[in-house]
């Protein structure tokens, strides 16, 4: 009888036992699955691009637009274009995601004049970008920011804005979408700034960031003055031409008329450089949208002469 009493409070504290390891178990799982619901990790892509990705347990999350895969914007103006890159793509899939692209495409020395009636706004697409209404795009933006506002602020804050033009998208592709002219309002206050179009989709989110100047050619300053690009890479290439043609006799004699006149600089060597380089290095960084055949010449100019 001892024996059966004993073997029945063995099979019962073992019973116990299991239960007891089974439940602290449970427990410990709750435990290590609360501690996890809010993880935040820092990936980089490639060498040249940072992204920020917080992930919330149970919440879905999608890869936002590779940026390879985003066309260029292109900002036309009376004298040019220029043409930048996204700066963020965004998915709103499930748990906002924010990339940034630290190395888009961008253009320096950006200046728009606040008379300009031939601002306009369009996309450059090529095979792999996506400019089609597979994203359902729903609007685009065209606006400018204080220029003090760092990037990641303007993709992630709502901050006072100047409005230049949009359009709603409707069953328009985005690149159809992004085809529209904008205006600078007339009592801005001529300064730096930083242009914005934002590019909205159902699911999705595209910026183009880029630090722009607002002026007014009406009243140029005593420094400054606006010329055509077309017009400057000619008279470039036509100064590197007529130097390379001359030899020292000629340039003397070109020297000794300036001098005679008090013009200054006077000697042709104080004239290629600095100014004439200075204009070439401008005319360059800032003139997109020259013929093909004037733009590979004037890659070619070096403003070199006869010995």
Not at 10 to 34: D, H, P
Not at 204 to 232: H, K, Q
Request: some cysteine; overall charge negative.
């Amino acid at each position: 009888m001892n024996e059966v009493f004993m073997t029945n409070k063995f099979t019962y504290g073992y019973i116990i036992g299991i239960i007891i390891g089974v439940i602290l178990l449970l427990i410990s799982n709750n435990t290590l699955a609360a501690q996890d619901q809010n993880t935040t990790t820092t990936n980089i892509v490639g060498q040249n691009q940072n992204t920020t990705t917080t992930t919330i347990a149970d919440q879905n999350q999608f890869n936002p637009v590779p940026f390879n895969e985003i066309p260029l914007v292109v900002v036309n103006y009376t004298y040019g274009q220029y043409k930048f890159g996204a700066d963020f793509s965004i998915d709103f899939g499930g748990l906002p995601v924010v990339e940034q692209d630290i190395s888009a495409t961008s253009v320096p020395n950006m200046r728009l004049d606040k008379d300009d009636t031939n601002l306009h706004l369009e996309l450059q697409c090529d095979s792999n970008d996506i400019c089609d209404t597979s994203l359902a795009p729903e609007s685009v933006k065209v606006y400018l920011v204080d220029y003090t506002v760092q990037d990641i602020h303007i993709a992630e804050n709502s901050i006072p804005t100047i409005q230049l033009g949009s359009n709603n998208c409707g069953s328009l592709s985005i690149e159809d979408c992004a085809n529209f002219d904008f205006s600078i309002p007339g009592n801005i206050i001529l300064d730096n700034y930083k242009i914005v179009v934002e590019m909205s989709f159902d699911e999705a989110e595209w910026m183009f960031i880029n630090p722009v100047e607002i002026g007014d050619s009406t009243y140029p300053s005593n420094t400054n003055v606006t010329v055509r690009c077309d017009d400057l890479a000619i008279a470039l290439i036509s100064w590197d031409l007529l130097i390379g043609g001359t030899d020292e006799p000629t340039r003397t004699n070109i020297e000794d008329f300036l001098g005679d006149e008090n013009v200054s600089p006077a000697l042709i060597t104080d004239i290629i450089d600095p100014p004439l380089e200075r204009l070439l290095d401008e005319t360059k960084d800032r003139c997109n949208n020259l013929d093909e055949n004037v733009d590979r010449v004037l890659e070619e100019v070096d403003f070199e002469f006869l010995p």
